[in-house]
Structures are given as C-alpha cells and as structure tokens.
C-alpha cells in the first residue's frame, strides 16, 4: 500500500532537506537509546550473566518451553470453546423465535461488556463459594477466554452469516431445507469463511489474553519468565524481552495467516 | 446485596479511577496514535520504520506485559520518578503503558481511515501547493477521523475494560476492589460481581450508543 499520494516526489532540494531530517530522526533515536542504555547500564542491565542464560539449552528446557506450553494450552482450549460458544449464540441470535434471540443477545452483550479480568477473577476467587470446590488458575483463565471472545466470536459469525446474499437462503429453502439445515449446511459455513480475517484476529487477541493469566498464578509464559527465569538469574528486563519477543513472533505468524485469507477469499469471490 | 451497600463509597472511588484512567490513556492514545499515523505515511524512510516497528510490537505484546514492562522497566529500572506519591507515580506508570499499547490500535484505525479518502482529495491538496504537513494535517486526516468514529469508540471501550489490568502497576481500580470485596464478603460473589458487571456496562454503554450516534453523524457523504 502506497502514501505516495501525499506529497510530491522530492527535487533536488527536497531530497537534500529529507537527508537532513532522516540524519534529526536518527539523532533523537540515537539520544532516546543512549539513555535507555546508561541508565540500564547503572542497574547493570546489560552484564553478559544476565542475557547468557536465555541462550542456555536448560533455561529454555525448564521455564521457556512448559511456560509456552502453558499459554499455548489455555489459548488452545479457549480457542475450541470460544468457537462452540460463538456458532452457537451466533445461531441463536439469528433465530426466528424471539425466546431464543433476546436471551441469546442478552448474554453476549453482557459477557462483551465485562472485562475479562472480571470473569478470571470471578470463577478464581469465588468458585468456592458457588460450586465448593476451588477451580485451578488453568480452569479460571479458559472460563474467562471462552465467554469473553467467544461472544465476540458469536458475533463475528453473526456479521458473517447476515453478509450473505439473501438468495443463498431463499435458495436452500427452495430445495427443500428446514430452518436449521439452512443454517447448519448454507449460511454458517459461507458466513464463517467470509469472516477468517476477523477470526484469526479475535484468536490473536485470545493469546495476549490468555496472558492474564499471570494474575492468579497461571503457570503460563509470563509467569515462568517474570517469575521463573528472572527470579534464578536477576534478570527481569532480558527475560521479560525474550517474552515479548516470543509473543510478538506467534501472533506476528498469525497476523500473516489472517492476511493470507483475506487474500484468499476476497480473491475468489 | 448488602455488601454492595455498605461498600458503595468505596466501590464508586474505585470506578472514579477506572474512569480517570481511562480519560488520561483515551487522551494520550489519541495524541500518540495521530503522530504515529503521520510518521507512517511520512515522506521520511526513516519515520516510516520506526512508526512500523513500534506499532508492530506494541499491538503483538500482551497488554499485561506491556504494563509488567512500564513497572518494571521504567519505574524500577529507568529510574524515572512521576511524582513522589506512590500513588500518582503508579497512577502516571499505568497511564503511559495502557498510551503505548493503545496508540497503536489507534493508528491502525486512522490508517485505514485514510484509505478511505478518495485519492482525488490529496491531489487537489497538491496542486493548490499544499506541502505533505498541510495536506495531511488540513484535508486527509480531518476525513479520516470522521471515517472511523466507530472503530475509536469500539477501542475505547476496550481501553475501558483493559484499565482493569493496571493492577499489576498497584493502581488500585474496580478489579482490585472487586478482588478485595470477594475475599471479605465471600458469600455474596454473584452479587459483587453482577455489580462491578453492572458498572461496566453503564460506563460502557454510553460510549458505545454515543459513539454510533456520532459516526452516522460526522459520516462524511460522498
């Protein structure tokens, strides 16, 4: 995608003035790391003992990996229910049955409009009270992951499914379909492939959620790098950049892949 | 119920922190997002990179980690001290990490915003003499905004909803109290949380019918 509308193709004085500009943009970036790197300096933040270990094949054995694995089963696990839960308060909201549709529309407004710490905390804290027995931090967070974006889900789906061309039911209905074979066979297929880009979007934000989970102690990714790593070797700021790093190259993986669909669909309609 | 009661100032002090939070973070992704979007459509190579790097890593980062980050990284290690009351000092930490991590969605949203506006308007920018500031500042930014009034509210909703995870800077909003409150008044969990709920869905409602109302109104007709 090209700006290039925005302004003229630079002359010869132009160029020259955007080389002293490029120079100013790189000075102010050159003074903001030069300050980030002494004052880090006097914390002693760059000593080799504290980048080293994230190089070393254990440290990645004993909190890396499992705290990857762990954010990746809560994602997973989210992901599988926040689907269910969508495709069926997608097809609820888009019932003809009024008894079915509001119950359904109240529920998912609700559950958007709350935040997800909420819900996290809410099954964490007060699931003694409610059911008598204390749910674990994995339980809580996929409780909270799968209302949350499930929700949201149910109604990307439902954007999806109301996007399809009138005809397509009409259609169906014409060959003899009942309302829910309709559904089930034409309209949630059709609706949920136009809407893969926003799909795989909300599953992105699934995983930077399901970071929450740090917060009551999930032995996820965070927490085995804030707490694991950086408790053994003092070294909160690398480990907390290798984290970031990590959640930056999976979603950045997914992003390429919604993009790719997009691709992909709008290509062939 | 009671619990709810008997709490009511203190709860409501609470929401008067998500709210101030919320406002100082809307306003400061605002003003961040709108030069981040400048940078990216720059003239300059160099604008344009670095506005890319950031925005890609501040929107791939869990939010947690980006305020795990802000605590850590600048209040413990930069050394840069926001006030002398712990209070305000964590309250000001959590105001620039939910600004960082909301200013790139807000570029996001203008950017696309732009894309909306027909190449025409910039051109004519152009041939009356108007410089890359001017025709940004003057003519296709002003229609970007009124094109994504709706994705601004749906990311203010969200900034809302994510000041609650400003406790792990020690800001102490409606998610801490809401924690507290369930610990204290153990028997009445659905109560307290229906009403925390309930306090987000009026502090989020508002916005959301506000905002529609808006876009259908600053819509510009073409």
Known sequence: ?269 | MEALLTEGGTILAAFWMTVRLTAVSALGSLVLGTLLTAMRVAPLASLRATATAYVTVARNTPLTLVLLFTGLGIGANLGLELSDDIATNNFWLAVIGLTAYTSAFVCEALRSGLNTVPVGQAEAARSLGLGFVKTLALITLPQAFRAVVAPLGSLLIALTKNTTIALVVGVAEASVRMREMIETYGDQVIEIFLGFAAGFVLLCLPMGLLFGWLSKRMAVAR
Do not use: C
């Open chain 1, 1 to 269: 995608m090209s700006y290039a509308n925005l302004y003229e193709p630079p002359g010869p004085r132009g160029v020259a003035r955007n080389r002293v500009l490029t120079a100013f943009v790189a000075l102010a970036l050159l003074a903001v790391g030069y300050f980030v790197y002494t004052r880090f300096d006097a914390k002693d933040q760059w000593t080799a003992e504290k980048w080293t270990p994230l190089l070393r094949g254990d440290v990645w054995l004993t909190f890396i990996l499992p705290g990857l694995a762990g954010t990746l089963a809560a994602a997973v696990a989210g992901v599988v229910l926040a689907a269910l839960f969508g495709i069926v308060f997608a097809t609820a909201r888009l019932s003809d049955h009024a008894w079915i549709r509001v119950p359904a529309a109240t529920v998912v407004e609700f559950f958007r409009s709350v935040p997800l710490l909420l819900l996290i905390f809410f099954a964490f804290f007060g699931s003694f009270v409610l059911i008598g027995v204390n749910v674990s931090a994995f339980a809580a967070v996929v409780f909270g992951l799968t209302l949350y974006n499930g929700s949201v889900i149910a109604e990307i789906i439902r954007a999806g499914v109301l996007s399809l061309p009138k005809g397509q039911r009409e259609a169906a209905y014409a060959v003899g379909m009942r309302k829910g074979q309709a559904m089930r066979l034409v309209l949630l297929p059709q609706g949920v492939k136009a809407m893969l880009p926003a799909l795989v979007s909300q599953f992105v934000v699934l995983l930077k959620d399901s970071a929450l989970g740090f917060i009551v102690g999930y032995d996820e990714l965070v927490d085995r790098g804030l707490n694991g790593i950086a408790a053994n070797f003092s070294n909160v700021i690398p480990a907390a950049v290798l984290i970031a790093g990590v959640f930056i190259v999976i979603n950045m993986a997914l992003d390429r892949l919604a993009h790719r669909l997009g691709a992909a669909s709008s290509g062939a309609a």
